[in-house]
C-alpha cells in the first residue's frame, strides 16, 4: 500500500523524480492509529511539500461469515513555500497491490493453471472495465490457499471529485486517482490537474477492507454506508 503521485510534474508515483522522506511517526494505541509525518523531496533536493498520513486500523463482522480488517487512511498535501498542482495523469494516487491470485488474469509465471481473480465496482461494472471509471468503491475477489478472499476500497464522499476514477487493472494494481480524467474519461489535456495555493490544504480519505469469505453487493454497501458515515 502506498501514496504517489506527480506534484509540480514531479514523479512521486514512482519515485523516479522524488521521494517522500518521513520526519516522525506518532502512535496512539487507544485509537489503533498512526499518524505520519513527511516532506515530500525531488531528487534534487528542494522540499516540494508535506504531508500528513493518519493510518486507522480496525475490524468488523468478526463472528459472521466474513469477517474484515479495515485500514482507513487520511491523506493531508500543503505546502508553506509555493503553490501544488496534481497532474493530469493516470499514474496516482493511493494504491495497493493485490496477491497475485486477486489478479484477473494468471500470473504468467504462474503458468496457465494458476488462480485468478475478479473485479467489481459500485456502478455493477466487471473485470477489466472498471479501469478508469467513476466509483464509490472497488471490489477484488479470488482464492488464496484454496479460501475465498477479497480486497476493497473505499473512496469516501468529502473527497475531491467523488466518486473517484480509478487505476484498477487487470495484474492487482488498486488505485483511488482524481486526478486522471484525460486519460480516464477522456476530457482535454489538463483537466483533470488540481492546484491548491501556498498555505492552502487538499485533504483525502480512502478505506482499505481485507475480507475472509466471499461479499456480495449489499455486504460491502453496507461496509461502505458505516465508511461514509
Not at 478508469?132 to 464522499?157: C, N, S, T
Request: some cysteine; charged content about 20%.
Amino acid at each position: 500500500m502506498w501514496i504517489g503521485h506527480f506534484i509540480n510534474g514531479i514523479d512521486f508515483w514512482t519515485q523516479a523524480g522524488g521521494r517522500e522522506q518521513i520526519r516522525d511517526i506518532q502512535l496512539d494505541q487507544e485509537r489503533s492509529r498512526l499518524v505520519v509525518h513527511s516532506d515530500w523531496v525531488s531528487h534534487s533536493g528542494q522540499q516540494i511539500c508535506s504531508t500528513e498520513s493518519s493510518y486507522t486500523f480496525g475490524s468488523a463482522d468478526l463472528y459472521r461469515a466474513n469477517p474484515v480488517r479495515w485500514i482507513c487512511v487520511t491523506i493531508t498535501f500543503s505546502s508553506r513555500e509555493h503553490d501544488l498542482q496534481f497532474e493530469d495523469t493516470k499514474e496516482g494516487m493511493f494504491a495497493i497491490r493485490t496477491h497475485p491470485n486477486l489478479q484477473l488474469t494468471p500470473a504468467k509465471e504462474a503458468g496457465p493453471n494458476a488462480p485468478f481473480g475478479t473485479a467489481s465496482n459500485s456502478e455493477g461494472i466487471q473485470g477489466k472495465e472498471i479501469w478508469g471509471k467513476k466509483a464509490r468503491w472497488v471490489l477484488y475477489q479470488g482464492e488464496i490457499h484454496g479460501a475465498p478472499v477479497a480486497i476493497a476500497m473505499f473512496d469516501h464522499p468529502r473527497n475531491l471529485r467523488h466518486p473517484t476514477t480509478w487505476h484498477a487493472r487487470d495484474y492487482g494494481l488498486i488505485a483511488a486517482n482524481p486526478f486522471g480524467l484525460h486519460e480516464f474519461l477522456g476530457a482535454s489535456v489538463g483537466e483533470g490537474a488540481h492546484k491548491i495555493t501556498k498555505g492552502d490544504k487538499l485533504t483525502l480519505t480512502y478505506q482499505a477492507l481485507f475480507i475472509k469469505g466471499k461479499p456480495n453487493v449489499s455486504d460491502v454497501e453496507r461496509w461502505y454506508t458505516e465508511f461514509a458515515d
